[in-house]
């Protein structure tokens, strides 16, 4: 049984077996853990961590792909698959005995920034996520203040996960390559939040706005939601641009009424 990657799905299966032993390395199964794979595809990734593992559940949406993943995985271990678009699944759902999630995956790129911002909102029963990204999506994610990737994105996750890149991945190892390089990341839940976010909706309305035309100024960016003369009584700048804030100073420029 053979599958062509379909374009509408953003698919790109990966196939470089030095890059999935790496991947299922920084993965690291532990007994107990449950491991939910986003997009197992034709099962690069699923393959090595359910023998690995000897459990794992994946959310694929291409219903095509399923009866492929159950022929190749049968005599692997456990393998159960929701055919199910992964921005509208319960994850919380499947914890099981408080037992938070490992949340795997490579995520198909035109999904990835909502993917991403519906996993936040899941955080609580989530242990660890482990994506593999355009290079310049993780970039941005784990962007510092001041520099041009920096942005909506980063600002939004900082509140929840710590953010790390661990390693590049070139166009080579899938088929079809894709245009772009692609890069694995870490992000991990803060163990305490690192600052506090009175109304979280606040916060996303605050933070989109500032962005939404990075070169204007805050005095401007921020017009309809806080004066200059709120922002200037924090002791920041309102002559600078959004870019050169930190995450916590935008939790407080969103906690002002």
């Known amino acids: 049984m053979t599958h062509h990657p379909r374009k509408r799905f953003g698919q790109h299966f990966l196939h470089d077996p030095a890059v999935i032993n790496r991947i299922v390395r920084a993965i690291d199964p532990q007994p107990g853990d449950t491991i939910i794979e986003i997009g197992p595809g034709q099962?690069?990734?699923?393959?090595?961590?359910?023998?690995?593992h000897g459990t794992l559940e994946a959310v694929e949406l291409d219903r095509d792909l399923v009866p492929l993943l159950r022929e190749k995985a049968a005599g692997q271990g456990e393998l159960l698959i929701h055919q199910a678009d992964a921005l509208k699944f319960d994850f919380?759902?499947?914890?099981?005995?408080?037992r938070k999630l490992k949340?795997?995956?490579n995520l198909p790129y035109n999904v990835s920034t909502p993917l991403m911002f519906r996993l936040i909102e899941q955080i609580g029963c989530i242990s660890a996520m482990y994506f593999m990204l355009q290079k310049e999506v993780v970039e941005r994610m784990a962007a510092a203040p001041g520099n041009k990737r920096y942005g909506r994105l980063t600002v939004m996750l900082a509140a929840s996960v710590k953010v790390e890149k661990l390693f590049t991945i070139g166009a080579?190892?899938?088929?079809?390559?894709?245009?772009?390089?692609?890069?694995?990341?870490s992000l991990t839940p803060w163990p305490q939040a690192p600052f506090e976010i009175p109304?979280?909706?606040?916060?996303?309305?605050?933070?989109?706005?500032?962005?939404?035309?990075r070169r204007k100024t805050l005095r401007n960016a921020l017009k309809g939601?806080?004066?200059?003369?709120?922002?200037?009584?924090?002791g920041i700048d309102p002559g600078l641009r959004p870019e050169n804030l930190s995450p916590a100073q935008f939790a407080t420029l969103a906690a002002l009424s």
């Open 43 to 52: 099962g690069a990734i699923t393959l090595p961590l359910l023998k690995k």
């Open 92 to 98: 919380c759902q499947r914890q099981q005995a408080n």
């Open 199 to 213: 109304d979280p909706a606040r916060f996303r309305q605050l933070v989109t706005q500032a962005f939404s035309a």
């Open 225 to 234: 939601m806080v004066s200059v003369e709120q922002i200037a009584d924090l």
């Open 103 to 105: 949340i795997v995956g």
């Open 172 to 185: 080579g190892a899938f088929k079809p390559p894709p245009k772009v390089e692609s890069a694995f990341c």
